[in-house]
């Protein structure tokens, strides 16, 4: 059984095709008729208008000739099929069913979201104003660093990183890992990730002194400040390891976005809230002790549980006839 939230969505899809505005009037007229199928003159029109222009010139140099060709050698096949697949009743088939099902959710779906396309100027305004610090961002400075408790035992660090370059950075991890104070980026090798002239790390808890990010401000990305930094009652030890310039985004640069963003989050709110009260409406039952009988083996192979002694699907792998070697029969 598909999922009743799914089931609803699809017949209300199908009420909305029902309940469509009628066609002017001669585009209603029926154009071809294939048996029980028909198609209007709108009908036509619309499936013509789906041909790319640069492809029209294969039915034909006017367009009569294109209209009539188009009729013979798309629509009337397509009809034809579709007669014999009546014939056939293969809209009884179980597979065909499930596609019927969800085509008429996709529509469903597609109607949700050309409603919620409507995006109010003052809505993309409002949303700007209360997420300014997404599209306004200050310069940051990417920045390591290693909290000690004092001054000389800051330098003494400061020192071992810089006696090698070849391994100043095993020599800087190893020093953050066994010294730092600061627990919660010592085994990050003290890294604080992008830090805003205020102090704020790119982690909400974490703050830091903004002196870390004034004295490193007067080194270039890859060095280390020169000397120990106070930090509170501590000193820090810190390595300037990039930058990111600062960034701001008008409201004209960021509305398509934030278009985009306000039109997803409509259609996911109404389809969620059309989905409980279809739900509540049309949903009678679910057997949920009946999808026991649903099989779903460690291989993989979903289908109703078979009855005792019926031969399963996957037949068990063959060890094969015994074969004689200097051993014997193995």
Known sequence: MRHPIAWALALLASTAVAQSPPEPAGKSDVAVTVGSSTLTVADVERRLGTVP???????????????????????VPELLQVEEARRREIEKQPATRDRVRDTLRQAMENELREAANSVAPDEIKSYYDQNRHR??????????????????????????????????????????RDASIDKS????????????????????????????????????????????????????????????????????QEAPAIRQVLSRDKVTGQSTELAKKLESEMVKNVSYELLSYVNVDPAGDVGARQRPGVIPRHRAKNPGAPQRDERGLR
């Open 185 to 252: 980026t010592s085994m990050r090798d003290g890294d604080l990730g992008f830090v805003s002239p205020d102090g704020q790390t790119e982690m909400p808890q974490l703050r830091v002194d903004p002196g870390l990010v004034a004295a490193a401000d007067k080194v270039k990305d890859g060095e280390l400040v020169p000397e120990p930094v106070k930090e509170g009652e501590n000193w820090a030890v810190v390595w300037r390891r990039g930058s990111l310039e600062a960034v701001s985004r008008t409201l004209a």
């Open 53 to 75: 222009v640069f492809q029209l010139s294969q039915f034909g140099k006017t367009p009569n000739e294109i209209r009539k060709k188009f009729v013979e050698t798309v629509l």
């Open 135 to 176: 599209f306004n961002t200050p310069r940051r400075l990417k920045l390591w660093r290693i909290l000690v408790r004092d001054e000389a035992a800051a330098k003494k660090i400061l020192t071992d990183v810089k006696a090698s370059e070849v391994s100043s950075t095993e020599r800087w991890n190893k020093a953050a």
